[in-house]
């Protein structure tokens, strides 16, 4: 073909200027398209859906509840970097960090857009949130503030904090978490790991006579670089 319609420098920049063009249209400039969508109409859904929701009142739990039942009947969970789209563009490349708005239109995501989504309709609801991360084992979530506490709030789980490494045989998913945070409104990252896991907790016990002692105090006290395991408990 290319014998027959030879290519000098020139047609050959043009076809190359018209393929990354094609490529842009198929790939690129939909998931744009997409996105202004949802710069106009995706927070008016949130807040729609929001009304829709919290219409006949009730306690946080059930508002929280009926959230993740919306999100479980209208989100298809993808944690692809793309997404097969169901109707045109049907194809989306995944943000990275979106906005709740983007995942209100394309209703498709992980963990990580389920969480962004949920944090934004329980604030709108009136039920303080924050997403909290888990990036070494790959998961987010939110918790919700009630009564003073923080509590956990992953899909239908409610204040189920130690779910995560529960044994599977007992329901969990048997994972080691090894760094839980939030950030806070500064944009700095707030350990949390200590709410989740024992992991890496040092735990000393001192007992006299067979009874345990509380407030028991080393002295001179030692740093805790100075204190080495071994196979027997301390």
């Not at 960090?97 to 857009?113: F, L, N, Q, V, Y």
């Amino acid at each position: 073909m290319l014998g027959i319609f030879p290519l000098d420098s020139k047609r050959r920049k043009l076809l190359l200027i018209t393929i990354s063009t094609l490529i842009v249209i198929i790939f690129i400039a939909p998931s744009v398209l997409v996105y202004i969508q949802s710069f106009f109409f995706g927070r008016q859904e949130i807040v729609s859906t929001v009304r829709m929701i919290t219409k006949d009142g009730g306690n946080a739990k059930a508002i929280l509840y009926g959230i993740a039942d919306w999100q479980n009947k209208n989100m298809v969970y993808d944690s692809r970097s793309f997404y097969f789209y169901p109707v045109p563009p049907f194809v989306l490349f995944r943000i990275g960090d979106p906005d709740p708005a983007w995942i209100m239109t394309i209703k498709r995501g992980g963990c990580g857009e389920y969480a962004i989504l949920f944090n934004e309709m329980a604030n709108l609801a009136g039920i303080p949130s924050r997403v909290v991360y888990n990036l070494s084992e790959d998961h987010m979530w939110c918790e919700v503030l009630i009564n003073g506490s923080w509590i956990p709030v992953d899909g239908y789980r409610f204040n189920d904090p130690r779910f995560y490494e529960r044994p599977r045989s007992e329901g969990g998913w048997e994972k080691q978490l090894s760094y839980v945070y939030y950030l806070g409104p500064d944009g700095k990252q707030y350990d949390i790991t200590k709410d989740y896991t024992d992991t890496g907790r040092l735990v000393v016990q001192v007992s006299k006579d067979g009874l345990l002692l509380e407030d028991a105090k080393l002295n001179p006290p030692i740093s805790i670089t100075s204190i080495f395991l071994s196979d027997t408990n301390i």
